[in-house]
């Protein structure tokens, strides 16, 4: 039985207490609590010639993701606010 069948079905039948949903768990991501100052800061980052997180076969979503989670643990937080 699926996870969407199970929940629907739960719906249906008005129990109190939604099911355990079984599956991977969700994977948090410093990019959906960026900032728009995040944003032109990477950008900045971008022109520079010496990009520390630029490897071979990183995406520039993924060389983002990289630099916005090593920003958020230099600066103790202030950027890509998380909350918790």
């Known amino acids: 039985m699926s996870n969407k069948s199970v ?17 991977a768990p969700v994977a948090f991501s410093y990019a959906d609590a960026s900032t ?30 990289l630099w916005l989670g090593a920003r958020a643990k230099t600066s103790g937080g202030s950027s890509a606010r998380v909350s918790v």
């Open 7 to 23: 929940f629907l079905n739960w719906l249906s039948n008005g129990n109190k207490r939604p099911p355990a949903v079984e599956g």
């Open 36 to 65: 728009g100052e995040d944003d032109n800061e990477f950008i900045h980052y971008l022109s520079h010639a010496i990009r520390p997180f630029r490897k071979p076969g990183v995406s520039v979503k993924q060389e983002y993701e």
